[in-house]
């Protein structure tokens, strides 16, 4: 398991998530109640998934994790990189990328993330 998830946007880190802090338990309880909601059904690209497994869930959270990020809402950004974090114990980050109108969103498995530097230009 890696210790860090980070979520990208366009290349640029946007949120981290350190698996080695503990979970409160009133955020466990809202990771329990997002999962009870999802059992219901989900909305992927116009097709209602009735008992969404793991991948299904996953990729309709990113969804939403990608539109809070564009909402600059810190709370369900937050909320929705803690569900993936801890739902997904293999996940390492979550590249979202924008290109001509269009949304890609990869969780990748396989490739640990790697803290970013600013790099200061002196002239």
Do not use: W
């Amino acid at each position: 398991m890696s210790e860090i998830m980070a979520v990208l946007l366009n290349g640029t880190a946007e949120l981290e998530y350190n698996r080695n802090t503990p979970l409160p338990d009133y955020q466990a309880l809202y990771l329990d109640k997002m999962d009870e909601k999802m059992s219901q059904g989900i909305l992927i690209a116009d097709n209602m998934i009735k008992d969404p497994d793991t991948n299904q869930r996953a990729q309709f959270v990113a969804s939403n994790l990608y539109h809070a990020i564009k909402n600059n809402n810190e709370s369900v950004a937050a909320s929705m990189c803690t569900y993936l974090a801890n739902r997904m114990q293999d996940l390492k980050q979550v590249k979202i990328i924008e290109h001509d109108g269009d949304v890609t969103i990869d969780l990748v498995f396989d490739e640990n993330y790697k803290k970013q530097v600013a790099v200061q230009f002196t002239h």
